[in-house]
C-alpha cells in the first residue's frame, strides 16, 4: 500500500506562485510514475504534469511553462511548482502515482491518490 499526502496549497493572487508538496510512503518510490492532476468544481480531473521513474516529465499544454515538476528520490516526495498562476488554475490539486513506472495523462491508469489541496487564484 502506497500513501501520499500533499501539501502547500492555499491562497494567492493572480501572478503569484505556489508550491505544492507530496509525500510518498513505500520502499519502491523512485520506480513509480508520478503525477499531479486537478479538478475544478463542476469539471472532471484532469492531467497537469508528470514524471517518470528517471525524471523525464509531461505538462498540459495549460501550464506549460509555468509549472515545474520534479521529484527527489531520496526523501520520497515528488513537487509541483506553480508560478504565474491565473484565476483558471483554481482547483484542488491531487498527487498520483502509477507504479507502473511511466507517466499518464488518464486518472485512471493511477494506482494511488493522494487527498488533495485546495488552490484558489484571485484575480
Known amino acids: 500500500q502506497v500513501q501520499l499526502v500533499e501539501s502547500g496549497g492555499g491562497l494567492v493572487q493572480a501572478g503569484g506562485s505556489l508550491r505544492l508538496s507530496c509525500a510518498a510512503s513505500?520502499?519502491?518510490?523512485?520506480?513509480?510514475?508520478m503525477g499531479w492532476f486537478r479538478q475544478a468544481p463542476g469539471k472532471e480531473r484532469e492531467f497537469v504534469a508528470g514524471?517518470?521513474?528517471?525524471?523525464?516529465?509531461y505538462y498540459a499544454e495549460t501550464v506549460k511553462g509555468r509549472f515545474t515538476i520534479s521529484r527527489d528520490n531520496a526523501k520520497n516526495t515528488v513537487y509541483l511548482q506553480m508560478n504565474s498562476l491565473k484565476p483558471e488554475d483554481t482547483a484542488v490539486y491531487y498527487c498520483?502515482?502509477?507504479?507502473?513506472?511511466?507517466?499518464?495523462?488518464?486518472?485512471?491508469?493511477?494506482?494511488?491518490w493522494g487527498q488533495g489541496t485546495q488552490v484558489t487564484v484571485s484575480s
Open positions: 513505500g520502499r519502491t518510490f523512485r520506480s513509480y510514475g
Open positions: 498520483a502515482a502509477r507504479t507502473a513506472g511511466g507517466i499518464t495523462r488518464l486518472p485512471w491508469d493511477c494506482n494511488y
Open positions: 514524471s517518470n521513474w528517471n525524471s523525464n516529465t
